[in-house]
Each structure stands twice: as C-alpha cells, then as structure tokens.
C-alpha cells in the first residue's frame, strides 16, 4: 500500500531541515520537498541534493521570481502599500505565492498535507495557512514548531548535530533570516534586545550608509502605468529591473532600516531589512504619482494603502476586498506614465526631478512671473465661500457672548458698512 505524502515547504535552511528529518521520525509519509527559487542567492542544485540525502523522496525547485515580481510584488508597489510606514512587505508578499506552489505540488502528486517551518509565534504560519486554506480546504496543515518538543534555535542545532543534519547555523551565528529578490530580513540573537544597535556584519545585500561612496549617483527610471518598465534609458523586464535596482540601491547604502513591528499574533518583534531597490522604486514611483494624480485621488489611495499594507502583511491576499483594492488601484495608476531622476547617496534615494506627458503641473499656472492663465483677483471670492462656515461660527460665538442673535450680530455689521474679520 502506497505511503500517504507530505508537501513540505523547503529552504534548505536550518528549521526545514531538521523538519524534514523529523517527518520522516514522527510519520510514515513519504517527504516531497518543494523549494520557491524568490530570488534568494542559494545554490538550488545543493538545495535539492540535501532535500534528497535528509530523506526526501521527491524535491521540486521551483523558479517563481518572474510570477513573484509581476503579480504580488508590482501590485503592492503600485498601491504604495508600507505595514506601519516602515516595512515594505517583503516576506509578506511572497508567502501567498509560496502557498499557491505548494497547493499546486499537493493536487499534482496526491497529497493531503502540507508542512511548514513557520514558528507559532510569527506571522507567516498565518498567510501559509490562510492562503493553504483559500486554495484547497480539504489539506491538512503540519506545523512541528506548534507541537514538537524543541523551543529554541539553539535545539535545533543540536538535534543538526545529532543526526547528522548539515546546516550553516552556529550557536554565535543565529539571524533568522528570509531573502528574496525583493529583501532580506534579519531577526534573532542580539536584535532581541530592541537596545542593541544592530552590527554593520549583519548585512549581506547593502553596505552601511557609511560606507556608500561619497559621490552622488544619478539614475533614471520610467514607469508606464505604474510599473517600472526602463533604467536609464534601457528596456528592462522585470527581474532585471529589479536586480540592477538591487544593485544601485547596495552600492549607495539604500533600504536597510531597524524596526519594530506589531505582529498579526499579537506580539511586537524587532527586524532589521534590507530592501535596496524595492525603496528606490518606491521613491519614484511616489513622486511621479505626486506629478499626476489629483488631490482627492492621491488623499484616498493613502487610505487605501494602509488598509492593502495590512491585508498583504496578514496574508489575505486571496480574499475579495484584496481583489477589489488591486482593480481600484489599477484605475489610478492609468495614466501614471513617466520618468523619474534620482540622486541615491549615503543610504537616501531622493527623487530630484519627473517628467510626464499626463502632469497635471502646469507650469504656467504655477509660476509666480506674469501670466495670461490665472487671474488673482478670482481667489477673493474662492476664498470667501471656502471660509463661510468659519465665518459662521465666528459670527455665532460673537452674537453667545454678546447676547444677540448672530442674525442681529450679521445685521450690525452690514450697518456698519465693515467688512467682518475673524
């Protein structure tokens, strides 16, 4: 009789790797190791060699970085999505997708469980699931974090070392760490305490600001409808867009900050991430929005960013409201067709000029010289309705406390041929 099969959701890394062990200690399944290639500088080849030598009897490398970038990372992107004005959701928008994989993995090779790494106490055992549960409800969830007997990474490692598990982790040497061509995010050892300052080692994609050079460097990137579709003048698809964004943003020092977050399952943690091109597309994407959209639209699309922020960090991409935010912010990004300068130096990107043929910056309503287009004279009446209910209310506080009524307060006035300063 055929064994009954695991989907397993591998990195190579240290919880997956003892989790596929343990698997195969605890339940009489056959283990399918499935590793999302996001973008993370690992060798894939060794990924799956390991996944089989632990006890794997299939592994799957899967190449989404294309999918990853077009369909969660530039949606998010066009929305101006940021979780607390901070984290540019990284992990977050990745998790959907891995989900989705490892749904497709399970229904191709017949298998009604899916396991994860995700500890209990963090976020992404929530959009695994969450997103597992949108997919395909009838698979069950393996979460070993939630029931084994091991508490700590320091465990792990010594369950590595019992069983002759390869892993790059040491006891002095244990970030946790999640990497995609997006980010890189650190949590654990020193950072747990939120008065340590974090250590210029802990980089891997970006230098310190301090250490960026002292010359400014000069980029330009266009943008048809919100996505970034050219640098410096070159046609770019999407992966190398981000990667030669990537790069510019770690040679100057740009996108790594030291937060701390309000988890979805209620506790706050501290994280240092590393996001170099992903904040310098944000910086031009917003100042070439500031260029073309109308106020009211620019003032509720920031609403709407915040709420599309906490969707994607609480895993509910799969949902209806998710859906319809994404078709709301596509109808403003129609005409957000454009090109932004940016000067990146010592860790900033900083927007110095855009240009596009749907500005709504007219300069000849904007100039302070002589112009034929706009007559000042006009902002007087303008300026009288908009104030009328302060005026009002002036009026009516006047009439309170002088005993009359602000119709005989306004009556006075008029008399008096004055003109009524608040």
Known sequence: MAKEKVVLAYSGGLDTSII????????DFDVIAVCCNAGQKEDFDAIEKKAYATGASKAYVLDIQEEFITDYIWPTLKADA?????????????????????VEIAEKEGAFYIAHGCTGKGNDQVRFE???????????????WRTWDMSSREELIAYAAAHNIPIEQTTEKIYSRDENIWHISHEGGNLESPWNEHKDDIHVLSVPPEKAPDTPTYIEIAFEKGVPVALNGEALGAVDMLNAVNKLGSENGIGTIDIVENRLVGMKSRGVYETPG??????????LEKLILDRDTMQYKNIVSQKFAQLVYDGLWFTPLTKAICAFVDSTQEFVTGVVRLKLYKGVAYPVGTKS????????FATFSKDEVYNQSDAEGFINLFSLPLKIRAIQKQ?????????????RKILKGGDFVC
Request: no cysteine.
């Open 20 to 27: 596929l062990t343990w698997l195969k200690e605890h339940y």
């Open 399 to 411: 009439a309170n406390e002088g005993g009359a009524t602000p119709h005989e307060t306004l009556e």
């Open 82 to 102: 940021v979780y607390e004005n901070d984290y540019l959701l990284g992990t977050s928008m990745a998790r959907p997708l891995m989900a989705q994989k490892l």
């Open 357 to 364: 043929d749907y500005s709504l910056y007219n300069e000849e």
């Open 278 to 287: 992903g904040t310098i597309l944000y910086a031009a994407h917003k100042a």
């Open 130 to 144: 969450t997103a597992i549960k949108a997919l395909n409800p009838s698979i069950k969830i393996i979460a070993p």
